[in-house]
């Protein structure tokens, strides 16, 4: 068997155990009733037009703001449709609103002549939509990167701890092993965004919610890449942590700078993100990369090279990275009796065929 076909083999098995087991159903199903619920439900939840009652006279103004009309003869019949709750008000000769207990602001502002208005920045953001963008960025990558690595890191702990790990390398190269978990794990975890982005897309389109989806949509496709070179850096260290301790109990020992390296930047990025020179900054570290760069590129903050200078630096760390935690993982994965250090992992590197 080639080392492709052994890390294809290895890569298709992780895949069928976790889209078996349901705590990966369970949270996918999950990220996608928040993507739509985000989406969907503010418009659906801030009801319709108001409905009014008016005559003929001045139905037409009323029309024109949007609101659902109903004609009715004569003033009297309009105070009677609101007295009966067929109607939120109503217009009457003068002109006069009627409502029972709350005054309608948008049959006041129909009816009012509004003053011109010149807006100084017309293309600023709605401070809502300002903070909900970069938190949600951050926030899937943080979480993603965390749950999927850590599953990464408990595979291969789980493999030392049965000693099932020695089966497995007698039968397929050790780097092999090593490539088929992480192909299995990039693989899911950028399915699972992928499906999050379209159950986004898909909202965004249905409650028309177009000029939004106009500025996002340029974010969320560098938002693909940025991911998977990001995930790849972290799934790195976390099958290396994993293969340095031979108990699920020990792992939390040696997993807190993974844990840090993925922390870290989501706060900064949460904290920082009204900061062009922190996010400029925090666009080109890698950690941060990932959340940081498409934010810049929905803001409009980013020129067009930068993107592509900040993935090539991710990329070329993640490869970095990629190596060190493979040799980390070669060194300590037939050491099963305890934990291994970090020097003796990189000094004595396993040779198993």
């Known amino acids: 068997m080639s080392t492709t076909q052994a890390t294809a083999l290895v890569a298709a098995r992780e895949i069928r155990v976790k889209l078996r087991d349901r705590t990966f159903l369970i949270s996918t199903l999950f990220f996608l009733l928040i993507a739509a619920a985000v989406t969907v439900l503010p418009p659906l939840l801030s009801g319709g ?31 009677q449709a609101v007295r009966d709750g067929d109607v939120d008000a109503a217009v009457v000769a003068g002109p006069v ?77 050790v780097r092999a092993l090593l490539a088929g978990k992480l192909i299995a794990g990039t693989l899911l975890a950028l399915g699972q965004i992928i499906l999050v982005a379209l159950a986004a897309v898909a909202g965004m389109r249905f409650t028309d919610t177009g000029g939004l989806l106009e500025l996002l949509a340029p974010a969320i496709g560098w938002f693909l890449p940025f991911f998977l070179f990001g995930f790849v850096l972290v799934a790195a260290m976390w099958v290396a942590a994993g293969a340095l301790v031979a108990r699920l109990e020990d792992i939390g020992g040696v997993s807190t700078p993974v844990q840090l390296a993925v922390m870290l930047p989501f706060f900064a990025v949460i904290f920082f993100n009204d900061n062009p020179a922190a996010m400029t900054a925090l666009s080109y570290l890698p950690f941060s990369a990932p959340t940081a760069m498409p934010l810049r590129l929905f803001t409009g903050d980013a020129a067009g090279w930068e993107p592509l200078v900040s993935l090539a630096v991710l990329l070329v760390t993640a490869g970095a990275v990629l190596a060190a935690g493979a040799r980390v993982y070669e060194g300590s994965l037939l050491r099963t009796n305890g934990r291994t250090s970090l020097r003796t992992a990189w000094r004595s590197r396993e040779t198993v065929a």
């Open 49 to 79: 037009p108001a409905s009014v009652a008016a005559t003929e006279a001045s139905a037409g103004k009323l029309r024109a703001a949007g609101l659902d009309v109903r004609v009715v003869a004569d003033d009297r019949a309009a105070e």
């Open 97 to 173: 609103v009627l409502a029972m207990d709350e005054a309608p602001d948008d049959v006041v502002s129909a009816l009012s002549t509004a003053p011109p208005v010149r807006l100084l920045d017309p293309d600023a953001l709605d401070p809502l939509v300002a903070f909900l963008v970069p938190f949600a960025f951050a926030f899937l990558f943080f979480v993603t990167s965390q749950t999927f690595g850590v599953q990464i890191a408990q595979s291969v702990i789980e493999e030392k701890q049965t000693r099932v790990v020695e089966i497995l390398v007698a039968a397929v190269p």
